[in-house]
């Protein structure tokens, strides 16, 4: 079972097994929608959010003219989204738009939106953004016969025709249920609402507060609006994620899994699952290891472009050293590399990795390499996704490197961890990008065996482990498998010279190497 | 029967927003006159806006239901919506009778 050849079955059977739906999207995050995206004429008009993400799994963004509900517990994150939903139309779909806020004076609105970056303020001194801050005091309220929300109306079509809104957005129309007696009134003139902004042809976006057992609190709401988004932040083993699920999309299909997302310096962005239909074009360059020796047990060409590698062993055995190896040859050839250090501070990876003659510091200087380091249960696993996305779209490295992956599994299940890898896997081999993972096995357990059961999702999967030979501790190194290449089945003696790594052929062994050359 | 609120001479300045001729609105015209011919013959002023016709005076007095009537002076500033078919009320409302 050890050929080069054996895993395809694996890897289908991880496919179907039901823990991943399959995904229509083989767009991945950072395709600029708005560009790319070719228009179904069959399909219902939307209107794109900007917001990268949330339009791949709205399949084009949110309906045109109707009104968008989005829901969830406090502080998830609705009026952000809102927000920005607007704020990017006005600024990148010239897209005026309206802002009806009942919880916070625009003022405020403003300066919760500037650590977003953007500015509010701007938009409005430009004519492209109008804000109204409806206050409903219901101490200052009496109530005495028949009335109706006349008054709402009239505003609102006041501030979508001051600077012709395209778009609008309620900030939490509730706060009108807790300003009047008369529910009845409320619960006919809310549907009123949603028929004018109809009328009105704007595409509306509103929010509203989750109530027990239904979306909202007047489980009103969900039904009158044409599209609702769940916005959702649990807290797991003391890590909160954030996630947001389309519940109902009217007259289009939607992507209908849980979706990740992450709200940042740079507003929001949403995690797609990546495409899973395994069609991503291959390379046949390869890229050498950073280890001569190695490369030879590799056909004497080293790793393909593109393709993943899985270093595992126990404690002490020299994985990062490997890894190190790669990430220095890559960046000694111009190449970008992306090293994510889940263990070590940057300072104390290039203080190590000196001792055996690696030097990552003047390529890390020059920006071919970049070293991120941080600790796994700083985010929930997807955040970690979330990042890993944005560091590689904005970095657009040749090489990323995880050292190392099991510690993810410390944040999560062992199934959300390989959900995870498998979403990873696929997201830089459609970027062709060759991804190395370390992968530290626990004593005990079989060596080659991996936690995360990431090893069908590899290509290359090379095994440190300790050897005891008479009164000696050594190292031996491996190569598990190797897909598409007539690889060695040696075991080699690994040894951590100043100079790095050498493979050498264990003594009394040697000329029996199966691609010895 | 004495005001519980405001001495006498005390001027009364009211504002009723609406929308339009409404029935709704048109009610409320004419429950007010017809209170305050009541309780404050002399000294009050009424002021119809109609929203209709000059949307953005909503804003200054965050008006959102028709009608609505706002008691300018005397201070503070009172809010009644609903077109004052319920005297007793409206009486309230304005402050001009102490709940019971």
Redesign the interface.
Known sequence: MLGCHDDDVAVGNSLSSGRIAPSRFANNLTAKMKMERPVQAHSLPKAPTGIPGLDEITEGGLPRGRPTLICGGPGCGKTLLAAEFLIRGATEFDEPGALITFEETGEELAQNVRSLGFDLDALVDAGKIAI?Y????RS?????????????F??L??AIDTVGAKRIVLDTIES?FA??DNQAVLRSELRRLFRFLKDRGVTAVITGERGDGSLTRQGLEEYVSDCVILLDHRVTEQTSTRRMRIVKYRGTTHGTNEYPFLIDAEGFSVLPLSGLQLDHAVSNERVSSGVPALDEMLDGKGYYRGSSILVSGTAGTGKTSLAAHFAHETARRGERCLYLAFEESPQQLMRNLRSIGIDLEPYVKKGTLRLHSSRPTLHGLEQHLVQVHKMVSEFKPAAVLIDPVSNFISTSTAVETQAMLLRLVDFLKEKQITALFTHLTSGGSATEATDVGISSLVDTWLLVRNIEIDDARTRGLYVLKSRGMPHSHEIREFVLTPKGIELNQFAGKAGKGKTKK | MTPANGTAGEKWNLRLYTAGQSPKSLAALDNLKRVCEEHLPGRYSIEVVDLLKNPRLAKDDQIVAIPTLVRKLPEPLRRIVGDLSDTERTLVGLQLRQIK
Not at chain 1, 134 to 137: D, K, L, T, Y
Not at chain 1, 140 to 152: H, N, P, R, V
Request: proline share 0%; aromatic share 8%; net charge negative.
């Open positions: 109204d409806i206050r409903v005091e200052e309220i009496a109530e005495t016969g028949e009335y109706d929300l006349e008054g709402l009239l505003r079509g006041l009108l300003g009047f």
